[in-house]
């Protein structure tokens, strides 16, 4: 794990909970939705906050 600051550490932490929500409400959305283009939008955008939360969790390792 990198040599961070309380401070850094912190604000790693508030950006995987906020990329958690966004995932989570993304594929809400997903299941929500009947049109397939939004469908297909949501997904892409939950993968890609889903994509953000693992490149983070994986720097703090």
């Known amino acids: 794990m990198p040599n961070l600051t309380a401070k850094e550490l912190s604000g790693i932490s508030d950006q995987l909970d906020f990329e958690k929500v966004l995932c ?9 939705t009947e049109d397939a283009q939004l469908k297909q939008s949501f997904q ?18």
């Open 24 to 32: 989570a409400k993304y594929q809400a959305a997903v299941q929500e």
């Open 44 to 61: 892409q955008y939950a993968d890609q906050h889903r994509q953000n939360f693992d490149c983070l969790l994986n720097f703090l390792k």
